[in-house]
């Protein structure tokens, strides 16, 4: 059975930046996509970045250039460094895995909650003004 735990939410300033990291259990890590999405208060949950087996990165539009997401296949870890935090960034971030996939995943993948089988309980961030 496969678990997740996230750690490295907090409270931060707008423009400072935090580290989210995602532990996981469970076999054949290295052969999932990992993502982390993420809901606001009062929003639906939604995609913020992934990385497939092969090592490729995907990012909505809104964290493009300001969050960059890590995998550690030995370590069994992901990680997603923000910066430049804005207000908009507060959430409950989750960290996710899908089962075993093709080398290769592509966007439309990724970034569809149903493609994921494993969730973690999330870590808050939240972002002052």
């Known amino acids: 059975q496969v678990q997740l735990a996230e750690s490295g939410g907090g409270l931060v300033r707008a423009g400072g930046s935090l580290r989210l990291s995602c532990t996981a259990s469970g076999r054949t890590f290295s052969e999932a996509v990992m993502g982390w999405f993420r809901q606001a208060p009062g929003k639906e949950r939604e995609f913020v970045a992934a990385i497939d087996r092969s090592g490729r990165l995907y990012y909505a539009e809104s964290v493009k250039g300001r969050f960059t997401m890590s995998r550690d296949n030995a370590k069994k870890m992901v990680s997603l460094e923000m910066s430049s935090l804005k207000p908009d960034d507060t959430a409950l971030y989750y960290c996710?895995?899908?089962?075993?996939?093709?080398?290769?995943?592509?966007?439309?993948?990724?970034?569809?909650?149903?493609?994921?089988?494993?969730w973690g309980q999330g870590t808050r961030v939240t972002v002052s003004s």
């Open positions: 996710a895995r899908t089962p075993r996939t093709a080398f290769f995943a592509n966007m439309d993948y990724v970034s569809t909650q149903k493609s994921y089988e494993a």
